[in-house]
């Protein structure tokens, strides 16, 4: 899923809106915890956190950031860990079956969504992939003969580029090289989004190319080596 940049959206707002953004929250704060604890006036405490709330959604109104507010943010910003399925925290989990708290699998999703995501698809530079276990599948007929490459998605991700371009890399090492998907198409972000609520995290660009340089093994793009091949005829 595409979260919300809170730190980008802040570092867009001029000084005077950051000051005026951050008196409201501040505001908001306090009289939620007013609330919270029940503190009397408490009416009044319940006010503070509207109004704080309702001004600093206008400002963010005023600069032309409230669309971006419909998305769910990332938390990562604020050093939380949220599942990149439904948004769930360990201070704010999901229910599972008999009211027990969800917990965190090894591919990175909350146990709710990793056993809603079991068998699901997800359709990406034009490759089908189901996830089974901890793998994304893809099935195609290459010459007659059925071929299947498996994407381990601990260790995945997605990043999107400056021009909109979505990749997706594979968990694999494989010595030599590290497998990846380019979707670039007009519904990338739609297929990007699908493929993060099958467990694959999105990192910002920066974050994605530190990953690589860390990893030190080059990516075969194989989305740019089939569009090579088909162009020879190959």
């Given at each position: 899923?595409?979260?919300?940049?809170a730190a980008?959206?802040?570092?867009?707002?001029?000084?005077?809106?950051?000051?005026?953004?951050?008196?409201?929250?501040?505001?908001?704060?306090?009289?939620?915890?007013?609330?919270?604890?029940?503190?009397?006036?408490?009416?009044?405490?319940?006010?503070?956190?509207?109004?704080?709330?309702?001004?600093?959604?206008?400002?963010?109104?005023?600069?032309?950031?409230?669309?971006?507010?419909?998305?769910?943010?990332?938390?990562a910003?604020?050093?939380?860990?949220?599942?990149?399925?439904?948004?769930?925290?360990?201070?704010?989990?999901?229910?599972?079956?008999?009211?027990?708290?969800?917990?965190?699998?090894?591919?990175?999703?909350?146990?709710?969504?990793?056993?809603?995501?079991?068998?699901?698809?997800?359709?990406?530079?034009?490759?089908?992939?189901?996830?089974?276990?901890?793998?994304?599948?893809?099935?195609?007929?290459?010459?007659?003969?059925?071929?299947?490459?498996?994407?381990?998605?601990?260790?995945?991700?997605?990043?999107?580029?400056?021009?909109?371009?979505?990749?997706?890399?594979?968990?694999?090492?494989?010595?030599?090289?590290?497998?990846?998907?380019?979707?670039?198409?007009?519904?990338?972000?739609?297929?990007?989004?699908?493929?993060?609520?099958?467990?694959?995290?999105?990192?910002d660009?920066?974050?994605?190319?530190?990953?690589?340089?860390?990893?030190?093994?080059?990516l075969?793009?194989?989305?740019?080596?089939?569009?090579?091949?088909?162009?020879?005829?190959?």
């Amino acid at each position: 899923m595409n979260r919300f940049d809170a730190a980008a959206a802040w570092d867009s707002l001029p000084a005077e809106a950051q000051r005026a953004f951050g008196i409201a929250a501040l505001i908001s704060v306090i009289g939620a915890e007013g609330e919270d604890r029940g503190l009397a006036p408490l009416q009044g405490y319940i006010a503070a956190a509207h109004e704080g709330a309702h001004a600093a959604k206008m400002i963010a109104a005023d600069h032309g950031l409230l669309p971006d507010l419909l998305r769910l943010p990332d938390l990562a910003i604020i050093g939380v860990q949220a599942c990149p399925g439904c948004g769930c925290t360990d201070a704010c989990s999901c229910a599972t079956v008999g009211e027990e708290p969800c917990h965190w699998t090894a591919t990175g999703l909350c146990s709710s969504c990793a056993a809603a995501a079991e068998g699901q698809e997800a359709t990406f530079a034009g490759k089908l992939l189901v996830r089974e276990g901890g793998y994304l599948l893809n099935v195609e007929i290459v010459d007659g003969n059925e071929t299947t490459r498996a994407f381990k998605i601990d260790g995945s991700f997605l990043s999107r580029d400056e021009n909109g371009r979505w990749l997706f890399v594979d968990g694999f090492l494989y010595g030599t090289f590290r497998s990846a998907l380019l979707d670039d198409g007009p519904a990338s972000d739609v297929a990007a989004a699908a493929l993060s609520a099958l467990g694959v995290p999105v990192l910002d660009m920066g974050t994605a190319q530190q990953r690589v340089a860390d990893a030190g093994v080059p990516l075969l793009n194989i989305t740019l080596m089939e569009r090579r091949q088909a162009a020879k005829g190959v």
